[in-house]
């Protein structure tokens, strides 16, 4: 399945993320979840 849009993932998720889509994805992360 074609995802486009990752929300909240750790790197290793990224990784195997990007590898299954080769055209790119957008990685959306809101500021204050991130502290």
């Not at 590898?19 to 204050?32: I, K, S, Y």
Request: aromatic fraction near 14%; glycine fraction near 6%.
């Amino acid at each position: 399945m074609t995802r486009y849009v990752v929300n909240d993932s750790t790197y290793e998720m990224l990784v195997k993320i990007a590898d299954a889509n080769p055209n790119g994805f957008l990685v959306f992360r809101d500021e204050l979840s991130g502290w």
